[in-house]
């Protein structure tokens, strides 16, 4: 017998594992409704025979009729009078393997897209256009470093910094980064530099301050842990990604920026000048980091997190909690905890409040 051509060329049979019928949430609606009821009919009946008004062209069951037969869940006897019920394990592997099959490899395939763009982002992160976006994700530190450099050569305003960390490296490398620093206060850039009181003893950090400061740059110090932040001319900041140590995170976005700016201002009103060695001076910035042991300790924080936000080694921070034990003539961490319980003292208040 001739197959008659087609003008779009030889038809394809559908592969084996895919269903003639497309079953998707229509077919299933019916297969749970009238379908299941004609379904349940014809095991209770041994069959539907053929011409039962339900088969009919202009019944209302035809579809589910039609869809139990696709199904395989009727079949037509060899008599020809009747349609007989069949078990639904196998048409159930029909639809349902099928459907499992195409959900795997719309997974993977979303996954591969998923990859392409990827690809296609990092192609976009390193191009000069993304460069002026209002967030910009920098890796690696040369990059990092290349890119503040950079920004401070570029600054015509002013540069407000937030280093958390007293140890900054060593002279020659303080010193290093200082040049671009240097540069900017030659041509009347402003420059402020925040850290944390722990800083004072860090010998390379002073010389470093001395540098700048003789330069017109400012420096203070506060007992509060910050993380580490760097503001251009208040139009673009730089903070620490959530890898901190290998990747930064550009803010261009004017609102945020401001609100950055405005965090720096709240912080450099409470801090103190690094220069200042008066006698007022020192003794302010002990009681402070007196209190914020405390605090630490009120609050529980372990060890290292507490020498850490307080910005000094776990040995410092020991020799802080060996010296409130004293003050308290406690003999254990527990007993401190419970005479300063006693004397209601929070961490916000002055040694003269807990006397």
């Given at each position: 017998?001739?197959?008659k051509a087609s003008t779009?060329?030889?038809?394809?049979?559908?592969?084996?594992s895919?269903?003639v019928?497309?079953?998707?949430?229509?077919?299933?609606?019916?297969?749970?409704?009238v379908?299941?009821?004609l379904?349940?009919?014809?095991?209770?009946?041994?069959?539907?025979?053929?011409?039962?008004?339900?088969?009919?062209?202009?019944s209302?069951?035809?579809s589910?009729a039609?869809?139990?037969?696709e199904?395989?869940?009727?079949t037509?006897?060899p008599?020809g009078?009747?349609y007989?019920?069949?078990d639904?394990?196998?048409?159930?592997?029909?639809?349902?393997?099928?459907?499992?099959?195409?959900?795997?490899?719309?997974?993977t395939?979303?996954?591969?897209?998923?990859?392409?763009?990827g690809?296609l982002?990092?192609?976009?992160?390193?191009?000069?256009?993304?460069?002026?976006?209002?967030?910009?994700?920098?890796?690696g530190?040369?990059?990092?470093?290349?890119?503040l450099?950079?920004a401070?050569?570029?600054?015509?305003v002013?540069v407000?910094?937030?280093?958390p960390?007293s140890?900054?490296?060593t002279?020659?490398?303080?010193m290093?980064?200082?040049?671009?620093?240097?540069?900017?206060?030659?041509?009347?850039?402003?420059?402020?530099?925040?850290?944390?009181?722990?800083s004072?003893?860090?010998?390379?950090?002073?010389k470093?301050?001395?540098?700048?400061?003789l330069?017109?740059?400012?420096?203070r110090?506060?007992?509060?842990?910050f993380?580490?932040?760097i503001?251009?001319?208040?139009?673009?900041?730089?903070?620490?990604?959530s890898?901190?140590?290998?990747?930064?995170?550009?803010?261009?976005?004017?609102?945020?920026?401001a609100?950055?700016?405005?965090?720096f201002?709240?912080?450099?009103?409470?801090?103190?000048?690094f220069?200042?060695q008066?006698?007022?001076?020192m003794?302010?910035i002990?009681?402070?980091?007196?209190?914020m042991?405390?605090?630490?300790?009120i609050?529980?924080?372990?060890?290292?997190?507490s020498?850490?936000?307080l910005?000094?080694?776990?040995?410092?921070?020991?020799?802080?909690?060996?010296?409130l034990?004293?003050e308290?003539?406690?003999?254990?961490r527990?007993?401190?905890g419970?005479?300063?319980?006693?004397?209601?003292?929070t961490?916000d208040?002055?040694?003269?409040?807990?006397d």
């Amino acid at each position: 017998m001739a197959t008659k051509a087609s003008t779009n060329g030889p038809e394809q049979e559908p592969p084996p594992s895919t269903p003639v019928t497309e079953f998707g949430p229509a077919q299933r609606k019916i297969l749970e409704t009238v379908a299941a009821a004609l379904y349940e009919d014809a095991v209770s009946h041994d069959g539907v025979k053929v011409d039962d008004s339900r088969l009919r062209d202009d019944s209302e069951e035809r579809s589910a009729a039609d869809l139990l037969i696709e199904l395989g869940l009727l079949t037509l006897e060899p008599s020809g009078e009747r349609y007989v019920a069949r078990d639904p394990a196998g048409s159930q592997a029909r639809v349902v393997t099928p459907l499992g099959q195409q959900g795997a490899e719309l997974i993977t395939e979303s996954s591969r897209w998923a990859n392409a763009f990827g690809v296609l982002s990092q192609t976009w992160r390193r191009s000069p256009i993304a460069a002026q976006g209002a967030i910009t994700e920098v890796h690696g530190i040369p990059a990092i470093t290349k890119f503040l450099e950079e920004a401070i050569d570029d600054a015509a305003v002013d540069v407000l910094t937030a280093q958390p960390q007293s140890n900054r490296g060593t002279l020659a490398q303080l010193m290093a980064g200082a040049s671009h620093e240097l540069s900017a206060l030659e041509r009347g850039v402003t420059v402020r530099t925040l850290y944390q009181h722990s800083s004072r003893r860090h010998a390379a950090t002073h010389k470093y301050v001395q540098a700048v400061t003789l330069k017109g740059a400012e420096v203070r110090t506060l007992d509060e842990f910050f993380n580490r932040m760097i503001v251009f001319d208040r139009s673009q900041a730089v903070i620490p990604s959530s890898d901190v140590l290998t990747s930064a995170v550009i803010i261009r976005e004017p609102s945020v920026v401001a609100y950055l700016v405005d965090v720096f201002e709240r912080a450099w009103e409470r801090a103190r000048p690094f220069g200042s060695q008066e006698t007022d001076t020192m003794r302010d910035i002990a009681t402070e980091q007196r209190a914020m042991t405390i605090r630490m300790l009120i609050q529980g924080y372990p060890d290292p997190t507490s020498a850490k936000r307080l910005g000094v080694s776990p040995r410092t921070y020991a020799g802080y909690v060996a010296d409130l034990k004293n003050e308290y003539d406690a003999e254990t961490r527990f007993q401190l905890g419970y005479y300063m319980g006693q004397r209601g003292v929070t961490g916000d208040d002055s040694p003269e409040d807990d006397d």
